[in-house]
């Protein structure tokens, strides 16, 4: 059974078509643009949302959990339960994002994560499309809430032993290039495949930049856990913001970071290089208290995840995120969701089946109201029961 889908407008993201009709087949987009120029096949099943934007499904590539649950959790049910509560919100696909924990239970963690990937037809929701190491390889200067007792120095050998617990599910790697080891790590990862991202790190601006040279290509939570920018000595942070081989990714929650910052984040990374994440942790969707952030308890209240003063993660979900550049920038619909769908989809090396909205492209899609707000989210050609 085919399925059209139509609306006001329509986000590929890179080009809008108005009036658009998007054609679904076996989970993927088998045709899309004006219904001037789509005819509709016979018995389709027709999905109209009068008024609505469609965009891609939106790729949170920085994510440690929502509903009460944490990524690291060797548990099923938890991962079905985030990946249920962001489809909500218009994620499709997302980085399992672990944080630093004594090696034996990352080596448990990432064993599951990588068998849970590879079970994916077991579960509805969002899509898992691998893991994201978020330490053990970060400075101690910037580490924020990871325990400082289970941070490790970086090596090959060890990145080989983390990825391979995971079944070679590793994508991303956050590192501190100015650790010894870093720069040799790096390199292993680019060879393995996994995205190298720069974070958690006191690196100077040459650091960084040697970082950069050895295939770290992408920053970590943008100014957050970073050396802070000086005119003089811009540190990790000059480096990223200037260097054009380099995304980058921001949480955008009015918390992390000022919104003047964002402005100036996008005006230096411009629309191909920013990307938005949420940092989400278990407390996301949930009310007031004590939540888990991998191995340790996070005081939430409110919008602020807090441990001994420090942030820990956030409550931010990615349609709000979304929402936030809009309303802090002078950025349309149009140029926020490209932040959150065909970017990050870049980076991972998967825009040629996510990210965007064209033919042969799984069929993840959000319908959006125009200020941004979220309908229903398509899932391979699937919406919530």
Sequence with gaps: ????????????????VEHPVLIVEDGRIA???PRTHVPLP??????????????????????????????MEVDGSALAAI????????VTSYLATTVTAPLPATLKSLEHLGKSQRTREDRTGSALLGIHLEGPFISHAKRGVHPPENLLRPS?????????????????????????????????????????????????????SAGIQAGAHHATHTFNAMRSLDHREPGIVGAVLSDDRVTADLIVDGLHVAPSMVKLFLSAKG???AILITDAISATGMPDGRYKLGGFEVEVKGDRCDLDGKLAGSVLTLDRAVRNVMRYT??????????????????????ETRGMLAPGRIADVVVLTPQGDVITTMAAGKFPV
């Design 42 to 71: 016979a018995n389709v099943q027709l999905q109209d949302f009068p008024g609505a934007i469609l965009t891609p499904g939106f790729i949170d590539i920085h994510i440690h959990g929502g509903s009460g649950h944490d990524v």
């Design 271 to 273: 629309a191909e290089r």
């Design 1 to 16: 059974m085919k399925t059209a889908i139509t609306a006001a407008r329509l986000f590929t993201p890179t080009e809008i």
């Design 31 to 33: 045709a899309v643009g």
């Design 156 to 208: 090959p050998e060890l990145l080989r032993q983390l990825h391979e617990a995971s079944g070679g599910t590793v994508r991303m790697l956050t590192i501190a290039p100015e650790l010894e080891g870093g720069l040799e790590t790096i390199a292993a990862a680019t060879q393995l495949g996994i995205q190298a991202s720069l974070g958690h790190s006191n690196a100077t601006f040459a650091e960084a």
């Design 83 to 90: 990946e249920r509560a962001m489809i909500k919100h218009g």
């Design 330 to 351: 002078s950025s349309t619909l149009q140029d926020s969701v490209r932040l959150a769908t065909l970017n990050p989809a870049r980076l991972l090396g998967i825009n």
